[in-house]
């Protein structure tokens, strides 16, 4: 079994935009975390296995966060994540730790 972790910045503006991606075989995240790290007060949708839309989704108003793992009880969903801004130059941080079975 092999771990890896992501830990990085993406920018967000009004077009969709893929955050993270599927997860196939034999991977399985063990935590997703996505947090609003805009500086200009966009609020941030995310939209999971879609395109994201502004207004639609989960919303992340500014230092707002979306967290998932596997110490809640649950597995995190491996589907792709999307997310879009209400305004140009938004940015999310992603925290998110894979867990590989080989």
Known sequence: MGESIRNSTLT?????VLVSEALIGNAQRKVL????????GQVIYLSF????????GI???PTGAWS?????????ANVRVFAVAS???GAVAIHE???SRD
């Open 87 to 89: 305004a140009a130059a």
């Open 33 to 40: 975390t996505i947090t609003n790290v805009s500086g200009a």
């Open 12 to 16: 967000v503006g009004t077009d969709s």
């Open 68 to 76: 998932e793992s596997m110490d809640s009880a649950f597995l995190p």
């Open 59 to 61: 919303p992340l108003w």
């Open 97 to 99: 730790r894979i867990l």
């Open 49 to 56: 296995d879609d395109e994201a839309k502004v207004s639609y």
